[in-house]
């Protein structure tokens, strides 16, 4: 258990380390209990200075301790429950230990531990630390060689970071075999597996014309689930050469899967570890967003080696530096294999609504943090996502240039460990600007609010945009100041097309989308040459993570969403129309939709060619987005005016509906292809809004559809909506099919949980109670929890705030229960009550109640304490 009243770590208090690690040999013995770690460190004294060695350590039971050959009595150290320190060693010296650990009752996931028969290890942040007495910091970049020893008939394949370089048979029937990695690492970049694995083997050609053995692990049993994943890697490895110049560094590359994962998937050097559902799939057991999800995060992973391993942290402030980066590309890569326009639209819907969110909570920090208690509380979504954005904006800045700027990072730090701040000095020296306002997106907390407003004056033909940023002050930041925004435009003249642009005063040759810069708290922009008075397509490609305002008219929105030539701007302008018509709706239920709106989604339904955007043009804003619009959210009156909105849909276009659902209905192989992912989100989107109308013909064809069994994203559309309806017996007949199929496969259960802790009904509550009892559930497995729990509180606002408090109860009851058992997850769950400000004083005061209930329990762990201290504070 950590220790709850733990300080926060602040960034101003960064000193170098004392020591560095030059190499490190480790001996793993594993045994089913009692295992030991022997660490062999070759320590040098770093710079000038008198201070003792000072190593982290959890949960470890030691057994020796010596320098230079000599072991240590236990008065020459001093040694806590995590740390040891050591006065007075040599300049250069070797510091040998051995620990006993317990994989075996390792719950939180975090260090050596065992997920079923296998051992494993996961070691970002800290965790390192609870295998071995280490420096456990990312600036400390080592060496590492490792054995590993153990029963050979239980765990034959033996893993570790780098190249194999030897193999030896012992007595016992055990084998010990040991990697040696040649690039320096830090500690949380180390792993480790041990188990009964099968394998799938590929190849890949470098761009320099090295062959690389690519290798995928998984249980035997999955082993047929892991061709998508390689093919995946294969892509990755060359378009990070095409469009970065990245080469992978290493003979071997290998990617394991296991089902016992706080995560998705970590980038440990050369042996990434992936949870089992981030990686195997086969058309029957996965859907087509479980393709798009393992593409990506294999992808992500996989560029880590060049944007996280090769270069590293400085310290855990500086995280956005790997995962903001990694995941820019990781999205640019996901663009090019697929619909650039619905890639981005997925990624601003990500955003808008949960990252904005998280800016707008007690959790609201800096994509570069100035403090934290638990670093693991810090892999957030505006380190992650936002962070992201704030590289996609310097791409956008540099054009050209970002290329030429990421060569340089990388030639200039290779093999270091360093900070935001040098990746932007990188952008800088490039391109020769001063980026000094621009760092303020690493620093400054919030969402930016831009408010547009245009003025056309005809006799001068010119169109002005008066712009005005504004960023909220929150607590605990001293001041806002105006930060640099980049604001792609484009204006539209009465016929749709786009009208060539020139800013005045400005030499360049017009262009059709022109980027402003907006630096000012307010500021004009003048557009010359222009003969009548345009539509404004704003923010185009959502150009900044910020919120825009722009008072449009309906008409004006109905304009854009049909001919603007930016995807995310088309898309944007029919959300803001869903969004009124909603809003509109909560204020009076008796509203009906405007003929123009209903035309507008015929027309998108019948006539947009492109089938993904199609989908993404119709899809509402979620239940959870409309709150946050909200001054105080209203969760049932929210879920009415969705439903009713969708029902008027159904009513008004049935017949086109259900022409779709038969015109984009297959007999196809099922394939993971852009082409068929497209028609079959438009097609299970139009039947789900034509079963809001229920008829019996509706309902056969879902049954028939799920019946069909062609490949999971179809009979998960089926079974959702027939769950999600309350079509009985339907509903109890297909998910007792389903569970019959699926019970032993635990992956795909998961979806058996989600989809019925997602049904918005009040008796959720109960059913999600009930189904924690399933054999198929366990709490310790957080894919479990996740599916289960995970979607009740994300998805099903109807239930988890039911009235009197149910559900909350529930989630806090199972915080409790998680809270000693895996931190990590517990604190990620708890969370969903750091907004209880935001509604109606019964919810809230109900929810405050679960949140100090939690602050009390005597052993919190210093995770679920940081969430909750801050969400009351
Ligand atoms: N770097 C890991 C995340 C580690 C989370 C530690 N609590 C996965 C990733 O972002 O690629
Ligand atoms: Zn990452």
């Known amino acids: 258990m950590k220790d709850a009243s733990s300080r926060a770590i602040h960034l101003s208090d960064y000193q170098p380390p004392a020591y560095l690690v030059?190499?490190?040999?480790?001996?793993?013995?594993?045994?089913?209990?009692?295992?030991?770690?022997?660490?062999?460190?070759?320590?040098?004294?770093?710079?000038?200075?008198?201070?003792p060695l000072l190593l982290d350590g959890e949960q470890l039971n030691t057994l020796s301790v010596a320098i230079d050959g000599n072991k240590l009595a236990e008065s020459d150290f001093i040694m806590t429950s995590t740390q040891l320190r050591i006065d007075n060693v040599p300049d250069v010296f070797i510091l040998e230990t051995e620990v006993e650990i317990a994989p075996e009752s390792n719950t939180a996931l975090e260090g050596l531990y065992r997920s079923n028969d296998l051992f494993c290890t996961q070691c970002e942040a800290e965790g390192f630390r609870r295998i071995t007495w280490y420096p456990d910091r990312p600036d400390v970049m080592a060496l590492f060689r490792t054995s590993i020893e153990a029963e050979r008939d239980m765990f034959p394949v033996l893993l570790s970071n780098g190249n194999p370089v030897s193999e030896e048979q012992l007595d016992n029937g055990?084998?010990?075999?040991?990697?040696?990695?040649?690039?320096?690492?830090?500690?949380?970049?180390?792993?480790?597996?041990?188990?009964?694995?099968?394998?799938?083997?590929?190849?890949?050609?470098?761009?320099?014309?090295?062959?690389?053995?690519?290798?995928?692990?998984?249980?035997?049993?999955?082993i047929d689930k892991c061709d998508y994943a390689m093919e995946s890697l294969k892509k990755a490895m060359r378009w990070d050469e095409e469009v970065y110049g990245r080469e992978y560094d290493l003979d071997i590359f290998m990617v394991v899967a296991v089902n016992d994962f706080n995560m998705g998937a970590m980038e440990n050097k050369g042996l990434n570890i992936f949870n089992a559902k981030l990686l195997l799939a086969r058309p029957d057991t996965a859907t087509d967003m479980d393709y798009q999800g393992i593409e990506a995060v294999v992808a992500h992973e996989y560029f880590h080696n060049w944007t996280g391993n090769r270069i590293t942290c400085r310290d855990w402030f500086q995280l956005s530096l790997k995962e903001g980066l990694t995941v820019f590309r990781d999205q640019e890569f996901s663009a090019d294999m697929g619909s650039r326009d619905v890639k981005r639209i997925e990624d601003v819907r990500m955003l808008r609504s949960h990252q904005f969110a998280e800016d707008a909570s007690p959790m609201?920090?800096?994509?570069?943090?100035?403090?934290?208690?638990?670093?693991?509380?810090?892999?957030?979504?505006?380190?992650?996502?936002?962070?992201?954005?704030?590289?996609?904006?310097?791409?956008?800045?540099?054009?050209?240039?970002?290329?030429?700027?990421?060569?340089?990072?990388?030639?200039?730090?290779?093999?270091?460990?360093?900070?935001?701040?040098?990746?932007?000095?990188?952008?800088?020296?490039?391109?020769?600007?001063?980026?000094?306002?621009?760092?303020?997106?690493?620093?400054?907390?919030?969402?930016?609010?831009?408010?547009?407003?245009?003025?056309?004056?005809?006799?001068?033909?010119k169109y002005s945009l008066k712009v005005r940023q504004e960023l909220l002050t929150i607590s605990g930041q001293k001041e806002s100041l105006p930060m640099l925004i980049p604001l792609a435009v484009g204006l539209l003249d009465s016929e749709g097309n786009e009208m060539p642009l020139r800013l005045e005063g400005a030499e360049a040759e017009p262009h059709t989308t022109i980027m402003i810069e907006v630096t000012e708290a307010q500021q004009e922009f003048l557009f010359t040459g222009i003969s009548h008075e345009p539509v404004p397509s704003l923010l185009r490609g959502f150009s900044a993570p910020v919120k825009l305002h722009f008072d449009y008219s309906q008409e004006q929105l109905l304009f854009l969403m049909a001919h603007d030539s930016d995807g995310f701007v088309r898309w944007d302008a029919a959300q803001t129309l869903h969004q009124q018509l909603l809003l509109e709706k909560i204020s009076n239920p008796d509203a009906t939709l405007p003929t123009a709106y209903i035309d507008a989604i015929r027309k998108v339904l019948l006539e947009c060619d492109d089938l993904a955007l199609a989908t993404e043009l119709l899809a509402l804003p979620s239940e959870s987005y409309l709150g946050d619009q909200m001054e105080i959210v209203d969760v049932d009156a929210i879920h009415a005016a969705?439903?009713?909105?969708?029902?008027?849909?159904?009513?008004?276009?049935?017949?086109?509906?259900?022409?779709?659902?038969?015109e984009l209905a297959s007999d196809d192989a099922y394939e993971p292809v852009h082409e068929q992912i497209a028609a079959r989100s438009l097609k299970n989107h139009a039947l789900s809004l034509l079963a809001m109308t229920g008829t019996d013909e509706v309902r056969e064809l879902v049954e028939s559809q799920y019946m069909a069994q062609q490949n999971m994203t179809d009979v998960m559309a089926a079974l959702s909506i027939t769950v999600q309806r309350g079509w009985q017996p339907l509903s109890r007949r297909l998910l007792e099919d389903f569970e019959r199929c699926w019970s032993d496969m635990p992956l795909v259960m998961d979806k058996w949980f989600g989809v019925q802790a997602s049904v918005p009904a009040t008796a959720t509550v109960e059913a999600v109670t009930a189904l924690m009892s399933h054999p198929a559930f366990t709490l310790t497995n957080p894919n479990r929890v996740r599916a289960?729990?995970?979607?009740?509180?994300?998805?099903?606002?109807?239930?988890?705030?039911?009235?009197?408090?149910?559900?909350?109860?529930?989630?806090?009851?199972?915080?409790?229960?998680?809270?000693?058992?895996?931190?990590?997850?517990?604190?990620?769950?708890?969370?969903?009550?750091?907004?209880?400000?935001?509604?109606?004083?019964?919810?809230?005061?109900?929810?405050?109640?679960?949140?100090?209930?939690?602050?009390?329990?005597?052993?919190?762990?210093?995770?679920?304490?940081?969430?909750?201290?801050?969400?009351?504070?």
Not at 41 to 49: A, D, P, T, W
Not at 177 to 188: A, L, M, N, R, V
Not at 190 to 216: H, K, P, Q, Y
Not at 811 to 839: F, G
């Open 22 to 51: 030059d190499q490190v040999d480790l001996t793993f013995d594993l045994r089913n209990k009692g295992t030991k770690v022997k660490a062999r460190l070759e320590l040098r004294r770093n710079g000038e200075h008198n201070d």
């Open 364 to 461: 609201a920090h800096p994509v570069r943090p100035d403090s934290y208690i638990e670093i693991n509380n810090f892999y957030t979504l505006t380190v992650y996502e936002k962070g992201a954005e704030v590289v996609r904006m310097q791409a956008l800045l540099l054009g050209d240039d970002y290329r030429r700027a990421t060569d340089l990072y990388f030639e200039r730090y290779d093999g270091q460990a360093v900070t935001t701040d040098d990746f932007v000095s990188c952008m800088e020296s490039v391109s020769g600007r001063d980026l000094g306002q621009f760092r303020r997106w690493y620093s400054q907390a919030g969402t930016p609010q831009l408010h547009v407003s245009g003025e056309y004056d005809a006799d001068k033909g």
């Open 788 to 873: 289960l729990v995970g979607s009740f509180v994300m998805n099903n606002p109807v239930a988890f705030h039911r009235e009197d408090g149910a559900g909350y109860r529930l989630l806090a009851d199972l915080v409790i229960e998680l809270n000693d058992k895996n931190p990590q997850v517990a604190a990620r769950l708890v969370r969903h009550m750091s907004r209880w400000r935001r509604y109606d004083e019964i919810r809230s005061a109900l929810m405050k109640e679960q949140l100090e209930h939690i602050a009390a329990i005597p052993a919190i762990s210093r995770d679920v304490s940081e969430i909750v201290n801050r969400s009351l504070a």
């Open 174 to 222: 055990r084998h010990r075999i040991t990697w040696e990695d040649p690039f320096p690492k830090p500690s949380y970049l180390f792993a480790l597996v041990a188990g009964n694995l099968a394998l799938l083997e590929d190849r890949f050609t470098t761009m320099s014309g090295r062959e690389v053995t690519l290798r995928i692990y998984s249980e035997p049993e999955n």
């Open 642 to 662: 969705r439903e009713s909105v969708r029902f008027e849909i159904a009513e008004a276009l049935d017949e086109e509906l259900a022409g779709k659902c038969s």
